[in-house]
């Protein structure tokens, strides 16, 4: 009768209750009584149709006791041409049959609610069709039931799908896997995997095109990050390793050996402003031998570092030395200095308000807070009247023979002589303290070669009250700055940060002439800015566009934080700063 057990489709006759019934041909039971099926199969079948020589032929049906059916055509007792066949349990099959099988065009549907439409071949999904589960949607060819040749699967998920080749089910050969709107991968497949040559993209414009392995970068290859930045060499595991070439969106490039991303090995590195250092890398830094050529000399003319490198910093035996000659300085020279320069501090101006500077310049490992501190004094100098009445404390590897050192005891000094000299009830204290600072909210004083101990923000604020000054602008120019404003503030104290408490600040850098709250802050916005508050909120816009363009060409939209400067003020302070600046200025103080 047919090759498969069970069939689909109801003749709509009930069986007589009794029928004469023959057996033939040993294989069908032949009923006689009109009412009966016209025959009865071994396995419980009844037929109702066409017989000849003894086998079910041309349109017929059949039904079994447990549900099944099939209506359709037979041949030589197996199903043959169009057909419906349903199964108990659910599934459904319309279309064409040879032999007893599914075997051209037809439609199935399994109890799982999966549905193919297409060709079929000896009982199998076979030659063109469409399957449509609950999970995909396939278009293409098939092969023994599964995915192959050429197709195209869309996932339920609406956004992920793939075109291309096949082969037993899974992605074989050239095709495109595409999440949308995300990412795609174009090029060799292999057992479901990306492997081989292609192309690898993201929504954000990185690219990568070379060689794969279990869809990841594996081989050689070019990657273009976000920002346009260009990686190219030998990749593995996603990372690229060995030798390999970068070229950077601002016009730096790098040559060599790479770990991890890292430069690593032998290599060149050449940085936007064409210094070009050749030699070791270790994990991104300068690490043994090199040699560093600057594209124009330096602020102390060299044109060049040459030597040992340890964690990005020439080892320099000069430096060294000098550096040890520095603290034998310190140690007998740095008390006659600070009292040399308290001691010059001039008296008041009697019938007005007196601005007094004390300005700090806490690390000494980084020249930019030495320059800062040198360009406010003058600054205030001219602009502010506190020519006489400004005191610089400095840490530097240049200085220690001709200035004060920061240091916590030479801080609480120099406020107590301002005091000695201010009208303390009357006169204004401006406090500028730049330098690297801390979570706990202290502010770096560091010396080369020295440990020096740092400055509490609770600390200052003691110093501050017990050196009995009433009028004071406190500015602090490090990280964690905004940690300072609660232990300093009072109605008569402007306290102005160049960061939030839990956030860090930006522009310290050895090479730079001011940090990036210094240079809004003191070049940018106080000249012509009416007050210290105004040219605050000039500074903080500035900032914020700075740093702005610094996360977006680092391509770290996301992982960079900004500093957001802080200040807090009164209107009494406000109104008492008001009533200086209205004061005739004298010759010294004429902008």
């Known amino acids: 009768m047919h090759k498969n057990k069970a069939g689909t489709g109801s003749s709509g006759r009930a069986p007589a209750a009794t029928?004469?019934?023959?057996?033939?041909?040993?294989?069908?039971?032949?009923?006689?009584?009109?009412?009966?099926?016209?025959?009865?199969?071994?396995?419980?079948?009844?037929?109702?149709?066409?017989?000849?020589?003894?086998?079910?032929?041309g349109q017929g049906k059949m039904e079994w006791e447990n549900g099944s059916t099939y209506e359709g055509g037979f041949e030589k007792g197996l199903f043959s041409g169009n057909g419906k066949y349903q199964l108990h349990l659910g599934y459904l099959y319309e279309g064409e049959f040879k032999d007893g099988m599914?075997?051209?065009?037809?439609?199935?549907?399994?109890?799982?609610?999966?549905?193919?439409?297409?060709?079929?071949?000896?009982?199998?999904?076979?030659?063109?069709?469409?399957?449509?589960?609950?999970?995909?949607?396939?278009?293409?060819?098939?092969?023994q039931g599964a995915y192959a040749g050429k197709g195209e699967v869309k996932y339920s998920n609406g956004h992920a799908s793939y075109k291309g080749e096949f082969a037993n089910g899974q992605y074989q050969g050239k095709g495109r896997y595409e999440v949308k709107g995300e990412e795609f991968y174009e090029g060799e497949f292999d057992k479901g995997e990306f492997a081989g040559y292609g192309i690898f993209q993201r929504k954000n414009g990185s690219r990568y095109?070379?060689?794969?392995?279990?869809?990841?970068?594996?081989?050689?290859?070019?990657?273009?990050?976000a920002s346009g930045n260009v990686y190219e060499g030998v990749f593995s595991g996603g990372r690229l390793v060995g030798q390999g070439r970068y070229t950077g969106k601002d016009g730096s490039s790098y040559q060599g050996g790479f770990k991890?991303?890292?430069?690593?090995?032998?290599?060149?590195?050449?940085?936007?402003?064409?210094?070009?250092?050749?030699?070791?890398?270790?994990?991104?830094?300068?690490?043994?031998?090199?040699?560093?050529?600057?594209?124009?000399?330096?602020?102390?003319?060299?044109?060049?570092?040459?030597?040992?490198?340890?964690?990005?910093?020439?080892?320099?035996?000069?430096?060294?030395?000098?550096?040890?000659?520095?603290?034998?300085?310190?140690?007998?020279?740095?008390?006659?200095?600070?009292?040399?320069a308290l001691a010059a501090v001039a008296p008041r101006e009697p019938g007005k308000i007196n601005l007094y500077l004390l300005a700090v310049a806490g690390d000494g490992s980084q020249e930019v807070f030495h320059r800062e501190t040198d360009f406010v004094q003058q600054q205030f100098d001219r602009d502010f009247g506190t020519r006489g009445r400004s005191v610089v404390l400095v840490n530097s590897r240049n200085t220690v023979s001709q200035q004060p050192m920061a240091t916590v005891t030479s801080i609480r000094e120099s406020l107590n002589a301002i005091a000695g000299r201010m009208d303390k009830e009357k006169d204004i204290l401006f406090l500028y303290l730049t330098s690297h600072g801390s979570r706990d909210h202290q502010l770096m004083l560091a010396q080369n070669g020295m440990e020096l101990r740092n400055l509490k923000a609770t600390e200052l604020g003691k110093m501050l009250a017990e050196s009995g000054i009433r009028w004071k602008v406190v500015v602090v120019s490090a990280c964690y700055a905004g940690g300072f404003i609660n232990p300093l503030k009072d109605e008569r104290t402007m306290v102005i940060a160049a960061a939030r408490p839990d956030r860090t600040s930006f522009g310290c850098s050895d090479d730079n002439d001011f940090t990036y709250f210094g240079r809004a802050f003191f070049q940018k916005s106080l000249p012509g800015s009416a007050s210290f508050s105004a040219a605050f909120d000039k500074a903080k816009t500035l900032v914020a566009t700075w740093e702005n363009d610094d996360i977006k060409s680092a391509g770290k939209d996301s992982e960079v934080l900004h500093s957001e400067p802080q200040i807090y003020h009164t209107s009494l302070i406000d109104q008492y700063l008001k009533t200086w600046q209205a004061q005739p200025k004298t010759a010294s103080a004429q902008r």
């Open 19 to 57: 029928a004469l019934c023959v057996f033939f041909s040993g294989f069908l039971t032949v009923c006689a009584a009109a009412s009966a099926p016209d025959a009865v199969t071994p396995d419980g079948g009844r037929y109702y149709g066409q017989l000849a020589d003894g086998k079910l032929q």
């Open 102 to 143: 599914r075997s051209g065009q037809g439609r199935a549907v399994n109890p799982r609610g999966t549905v193919y439409v297409g060709h079929f071949a000896n009982n199998e999904f076979n030659g063109f069709g469409k399957l449509t589960s609950r999970t995909e949607e396939y278009i293409g060819q098939f092969k």
């Open 260 to 340: 991890n991303w890292k430069y690593h090995g032998q290599g060149i590195y050449r940085n936007a402003k064409g210094d070009q250092y050749t030699g070791n890398f270790a994990y991104g830094l300068y690490e043994g031998e090199g040699t560093l050529v600057y594209a124009t000399p330096q602020k102390d003319g060299r044109t060049k570092d040459s030597g040992n490198w340890s964690e990005g910093v020439l080892e320099n035996a000069a430096a060294e030395a000098q550096a040890q000659q520095n603290i034998e300085t310190a140690l007998y020279q740095q008390r006659a200095l600070l009292d040399k």
């Open 209 to 225: 095109a070379g060689a794969f392995k279990k869809w990841l970068p594996d081989g050689g290859g070019r990657l273009t990050d």
